[in-house]
């Protein structure tokens, strides 16, 4: 119920898309670190149940609505118009693996870091013209 309600506040928003795709990472990376995968893989193997309520509340959440967020992006001409669903496969994959313990154990950096350099260099990777040039007056 408390990321449904951030989520919404995001949603809701008079912004514009890259500071709610911002908003939305922020949320992920929070919840991605607060589970570690061994726990996530215990959960589908010794509670099913539970981790089918867990993956169905979490797809419709955060996939549905940074679709959403994509879309507007695109609409706004701040995005690139690749297929949605591709580009957060792709961002959620490379998150997933950034703030992943074991990376950040090897490479010395904080969780903060990481999640705000790899939003940096993903978010440059779907951006026009006119969304670098918004994002650069962001200042994230």
Same mark, same amino acid.
């Not at 507007?72 to 609409?75: A, E, N, T, Y």
């Not at 007056?137 to 994230?140: A, E, I, N, S, V």
């Given at each position: 119920?408390?990321? @449904? ?5 995001i949603l809701d928003?008079d912004?514009? !898309? @890259?500071?709610k795709?911002r908003?939305m990472?922020?949320i992920?990376?929070?919840? @991605? ?7 996530m ?5 010794? !509670?099913?149940?539970i981790w089918?309520k ?5 797809k419709?959440v955060?996939?549905?609505?940074i679709?959403? @967020?994509?879309k507007?992006?695109?609409?706004e001409k ?26 950040l154990l090897?490479n ?5 870091? !990481?999640a705000?350099t ?8 779907i951006?026009?013209?006119k969304?670098?040039?918004v994002?650069e007056?962001?200042?994230?």
């Open positions: 119920h408390e990321i @449904i309600s951030r989520v919404k506040l928003a912004t514009n !898309a @890259i500071e795709f908003g990472i922020v992920l990376t929070k919840n @991605i670190i607060r589970f570690s995968e061994k726990f893989r215990d959960m589908q193997i010794n !509670a099913p149940h089918e867990i993956d169905e509340i979490r419709k955060m996939y549905d609505n679709s959403l @967020i994509i507007q992006g695109q609409k701040l995005f690139i118009a690749y297929p949605p669903e591709l580009v957060l496969g792709i961002f959620l994959g490379a998150l997933r693996n950034i703030v992943n313990p074991e990376c090897h010395r950096f904080s969780i903060d870091e !990481a705000k790899g939003f940096k260099i993903l978010i440059n990777g951006l026009t013209e969304g670098k040039k994002y007056q962001l200042k994230f």
